[in-house]
């Protein structure tokens, strides 16, 4: 019998719910509520994340089109996060299987202490053996602050909770090197070793598929980039048959799979990477891109040719190469117009230039994260 896995699963709106109608797709619902309570009996630990609010909410009140403006958004995900949790808590409950509402927003994850928080509550959770169901809380979540996309919120929770496993069910049954709607002929992809492999085979990810999903496959890959340098095994596969899962997890090459990093990044970095909300961006000369990302060393203000966005010392940043390409993310030791005097100096002048002295490099190698 296989070890316990920590298993999260992701559930697209087009998967749960008909296309022509917009109703739900109650089978597909029911297997997949089989499959997870069968996999919590053998002792797994798993947590679903569940889209389908504003879907359900639009179909609940009779609305043909997703809306267009957030406080309608809002509205409808209100509605329809409530009949999604009722529809999941019957169907669970008729396998004695107890569920969770876990509602996040991007700055729960931003802030270390709600964050270390939310990995206490998931732990808890798991624990007891409870299937915490996650999604957005798109009722509060303002644009600016959202996830946007359950993908990446699935591939940030498997990353908190140092996931095995990490399945992103949608209605195609894997990755493809085009969309197959469009390119009937476009290959199938079974396994991606690393992700530089996508670039490599020339992935066309388009755009989303159904009239109801909101990201296509450039969120999935985006989540299965984050899982894996988590240690996150991720898979892509087909919604409509989520017996699919145990078949994965036992060996069967379904969908397309893209193998854990072999040395995931800790899990302070791995919040600095994807936790943290960046609020500015510095622009680097070769020489510093070369000094973070091949030597590992620290950022020092010498290096620094441009600087965008208002923010402060402590705050996260984006780090470029000269063509704008983000290579890192870290923690500034530096405001911006501290940093607009001090781009582009030698560490010693730093003291002269701004009447202080403060630290020798604008960012601490343990405060800094490749991408
Ligand atoms: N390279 C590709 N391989 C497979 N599907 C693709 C690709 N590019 C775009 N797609 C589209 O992505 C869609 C899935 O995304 P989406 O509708 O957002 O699903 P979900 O609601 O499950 O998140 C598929 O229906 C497919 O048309
Ligand atoms: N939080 C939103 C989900 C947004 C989303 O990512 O949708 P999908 O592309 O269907 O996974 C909802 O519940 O409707």
Redesign the pocket.
């Known amino acids: 019998m296989l070890q316990t896995q920590t298993i999260v699963v992701k559930?697209?709106?087009?998967?749960l719910t008909q296309s022509q109608t917009g109703l739900l797709a109650l089978s597909t619902i029911a297997t997949l509520v089989e499959t997870l309570s069968h996999l919590r009996r053998q002792g797994h630990r798993v947590i679903l994340v569940s889209?389908g609010a504003v879907g359900v909410g639009c179909a609940r009140l009779g609305l043909t089109e997703r809306p267009r403006t957030m406080a309608m958004k809002q509205a409808v995900a209100a509605v329809g996060q409530g009949r999604l949790m009722r529809v999941y808590d019957d169907f669970f409950t008729t396998l004695q299987q107890p569920i969770a509402q876990v509602l996040l927003t991007r700055s729960d994850v931003g802030e270390r202490s709600r964050y270390v928080n939310a990995y206490n509550t998931f732990q808890a959770l798991l624990d007891i053996g409870v299937i915490p169901i996650v999604n957005e809380n798109d009722t509060v979540a303002v644009q600016e602050l959202k996830f946007g996309?359950?993908?990446t919120l699935s591939a940030l929770v498997a990353s908190l909770v140092e996931a095995d496993w990490l399945f992103?069910?949608?209605?195609?049954d894997?990755?493809?090197?085009?969309?197959?709607?469009s390119f009937p002929d476009?290959q199938p992809i079974a396994l991606v070793t690393h992700m530089e492999q996508l670039a490599q085979l020339q992935?066309?990810?388009?755009?989303?598929?159904?009239q109801?999903?909101?990201?296509?496959?450039v969120?999935?890959i985006a989540a299965a980039r984050i899982a894996t340098a988590a240690g996150v095994r991720t898979v892509i596969t087909e919604?409509r048959f989520p017996h699919n899962i145990e078949k994965i997890i036992q060996g069967e090459p379904l969908g397309t799979q893209f193998a854990p990093q072999l040395q995931p990044s800790n899990a302070r970095k791995r919040w600095i990477a994807y936790g943290l909300i960046p609020t500015g961006k510095l622009y680097l000369d070769d020489g510093a891109v070369k000094a973070i990302c091949q030597q590992g060393k620290s950022l020092l203000a010498a290096g620094i040719t441009t600087i965008e966005g208002e923010f402060d010392s402590q705050d996260a940043v984006q780090i470029c190469d000269r063509f704008g390409k983000e290579v890192a993310r870290g923690i500034a030791n530096y405001s911006t117009s501290e940093l607009q005097k001090i781009r582009g100096r030698h560490s010693k002048e730093i003291a002269t230039i701004l009447g202080y002295a403060g630290a020798a490099n604008v960012i601490h190698r343990d405060n800094l994260v490749l991408l």
Do not use: H
């Open positions: 559930i697209g709106t087009s998967s889209s996309d359950n993908d992103l069910l949608t209605d195609v894997r990755l493809y090197s085009a969309d197959p709607r476009a992935v066309q990810v388009g755009s989303p598929g159904s109801w999903g909101t990201g296509g496959m969120t999935k919604g």
